[in-house]
């Protein structure tokens, strides 16, 4: 069983910068392909990144996030990052981690495990 536990949200203005942290359990962080995720009120689940499952692995971005956000893992410490700077008020949203892909690293259905959420919201 995997436990993913998203921290790391906050309120920041536009233009600021947080970095999200998902600290796993469990034996296979290593070789899963991670993700995050995010939802907006009203609004469907969008993939954000993801990262495959090696140390510096290859990293895939949403277009709307490509240039600002930078994922990272350390598989040493089961923990995956994402580093968000030029925050948008558009980027308010729960960000979830995800694990486990098999199949499109860019669709929820993908993965297994999910994290329960950190709350990001971007002030105008």
């Known amino acids: 069983q995997v436990q993913l536990v998203e921290s790391g949200g906050g309120l920041v203005q536009a233009g600021g910068s947080l970095r999200l942290s998902c600290a796993a359990s469990?034996?296979?962080?290593?070789?899963?392909?991670m993700g995050w995720f995010r939802q907006a009120p009203g609004k469907e689940r969008e993939f954000v990144s993801a990262?495959?499952?090696?140390?510096?692995?290859?990293?895939y971005y949403a277009d709307s996030v490509k240039g600002r956000f930078t994922i990272s893992r350390d598989n040493a410490k089961s923990t995956l990052y994402l580093q968000m700077d030029s925050l948008k008020p558009d980027d308010t949203a729960v960000y979830y981690c995800?694990?486990?892909?098999?199949?499109?690293?860019?669709?929820?259905?993908?993965?297994?495990?999910w994290g329960q959420g950190t709350q990001v919201t971007v002030s105008s």
């Open positions: 469990g034996r296979t962080f290593g070789r899963s392909t």
């Open positions: 990262i495959s499952s090696w140390n510096g692995g290859r990293t």
């Open positions: 995800a694990s486990e892909a098999s199949g499109s690293y860019y669709s929820p259905a993908s993965y297994d495990y």
